[in-house]
């Protein structure tokens, strides 16, 4: 009977190469302790690195030849005489992911993975959430939105990168219902949407629509100004809208 092999990630990549990356990324993490990867491969590398670290806790002769068929001598050696001693008394999980809220120009999500000996210090400034607050009090729904689009986006940020964007900032809008508009907004603006149906088109103006839903008005300015990519949805996720006062 023909064994099945274990389904994993691919990383668009053939099978020899996919397992130099795995092995290249086990001996970083063996020698660092922690590494910075994309969060699939942190996921994959914790399956791969799991079993090694077993038979480091077990030692003896035939584990370390296992070990030293897929690994360079110096990455044995630290396996045995300094990571497996630590899990003597840890049936698993030796290995734990922290997301780090950036994403790559390409769309994957990074991520740092360490033992779970190591102690982890926030260090980072991109790991702290950042909150920030807008009352829409009196505030013209254009202007109101456009901070709240560059709150989002971090621009505001020396660290600022169009491509890296800190993802860990979260908005509060609240007194959304007594928003300012200028001029004759409230009648000559309309919202149209279809049903998709032949004679389905219907139509509000921004006041019916005010009146039913302001923090969608909000959200959909908002909307409109955030980068037309795949961020948009991402950025727009931290943004949280309320009609009246919060506590």
């Not at 210090?121 to 950042?130: A, G």
């Not at 907004?185 to 149906?197: A, I, N, P, T, V």
Request: glycine share 8%; charged share 30%; with cysteine.
């Amino acid at each position: 009977m023909k064994h099945q092999s274990r389904k994993g990630r691919k990383f668009g990549r053939v099978k020899k190469v996919r397992r130099a990356l795995l092995k290249s990324l086990s001996v970083a993490l063996i020698d660092q302790g922690r590494i910075r990867t994309t969060e699939a491969k942190a996921k994959e590398l914790a399956q791969v690195i799991a079993p090694w670290v077993t038979k480091a806790k077990k030692g003896g002769l035939a584990s370390i030849r296992q070990l030293a068929k897929v690994l360079p001598p110096s990455s044995v050696s630290k396996l045995v005489k300094d990571i497996g001693p630590k899990y003597q008394s840890r049936s698993g999980g030796y290995t734990r992911i922290i997301r780090l809220g950036e994403v790559r120009k390409d769309g994957a999500r990074m991520c740092y993975i360490e033992f779970v000996w190591r102690k982890f210090q926030m260090t980072n400034s991109k790991l702290q959430t950042q909150d920030y607050k807008f009352d829409a009090n009196g505030e013209i729904l254009g202007r109101l939105a456009t901070q709240v689009a560059l709150a989002l986006r971090g621009k505001d940020s020396a660290a600022f990168s169009p491509h890296n964007p800190d993802l860990s900032r979260e908005v509060t809008v609240f007194n959304t219902d007594k928003l300012k508009f200028t001029g004759h907004k409230l009648e000559d603006k309309k919202y149209f949407r279809h049903s998709g149906y032949p004679g389905g088109i219907s139509q509000r103006t921004l006041g019916e629509r005010l009146a039913k839903d302001s923090r969608g008005v909000l959200r959909d300015a908002v909307y409109g100004m955030l980068p037309k990519n795949r961020l948009r949805d991402k950025f727009i996720r931290n943004l949280k809208i309320y009609k009246g006062e919060i506590k």
